[in-house]
């Protein structure tokens, strides 16, 4: 045997052409083609959810204080959390916000679910101006933004999700019941069971229907499963004219769905 081969690489024999082949050609490639070969790497080690590449995640997200609330939520919180990120607009869903006013005029009490920095506390504020509001909001830098949003209204208070309370006329769940659906097309992943799983999406619907009044209104958008799949949906009829949901959807076993419809507003019968 010859001495030990520094820097790891065999000196001779098969496996030393074909490590000099592999240098050979990164030292061919443009700097153009190196990011492109990076890239392709980092997306097939997250399709495997591999470690070194949720370690990459991890250092992206230390610098900004957005980045590491989201790792803080998710370290402690991990089993709840539903969509991690928190982006969120001013009047984000303008007709759904306006369809849930003639459906609810006379809604008392209104849950935002998910309401991240408040935006959409403002928006339902500005269709309800008499109802009592409640945000709830897992992400604790979300919650304080949002709380200081809605500081001058006396009526709107934003609560972490272990601490809402009673029964409600209206529930909205935005944005929420999914988790990083761009990611999931981007990798074309058929299946989200390990990803997002039903049961946590089931338990968040049947808290909802629980937490409903007698013909009260739950407004779901953007989710990857159906309310419609969910162990209360007997309990909640759809409304005809709500509109479909129009993003990829998912069965209760994980898989994608071809062709599936998906309701987003409906009424809880009794
Ligand atoms: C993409 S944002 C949507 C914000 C807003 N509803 C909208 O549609 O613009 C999703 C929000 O849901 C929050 N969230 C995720 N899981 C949650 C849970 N279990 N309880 C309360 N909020 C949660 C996230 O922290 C994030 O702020």
Known sequence: MGPPERGGYPRSGP??????????SLRQQSPVDWRESIRKRIKAGRARQALWVRAIDVVRLLPSGEGRALLWTRLVHG?????????????????????????????????????????????????????????????????????????????????????????????FALAVLQRKPHSIEELGLDDISSHYPFALFDATVTEFSSRLRKRGLLCVINAQYRVEDSSVAKLLQPIAASPAMTAPLFGPDGKRMCQAIAKTFFRKRS
Not at 15 to 24: C, K, Y
Not at 105 to 121: D, H, M, N, V
């Open 79 to 171: 089993g709840e959390v539903h969509q991690t990120t928190p982006f969120t607009t001013e009047e984000r869903y303008p007709d759904l916000f306006d369809l849930s006013a003639t459906l609810a005029p006379g809604a008392a009490r209104i849950l935002s679910f998910g309401c991240s920095t408040g935006e959409e506390l403002e928006a339902i504020r500005r269709r309800f101006p008499k109802a009592e509001i409640v945000g709830a909001e897992i992400n604790p830098r979300s919650r304080r933004i949002a709380a200081r949003r809605v500081n001058g209204d006396a009526g709107t208070t934003v609560v972490s999700p272990k601490e809402i309370q009673g029964s409600f006329n209206l529930i």
């Open 15 to 24: 496996r030393a052409s074909r490590a000099l082949a592999d240098v050979e």
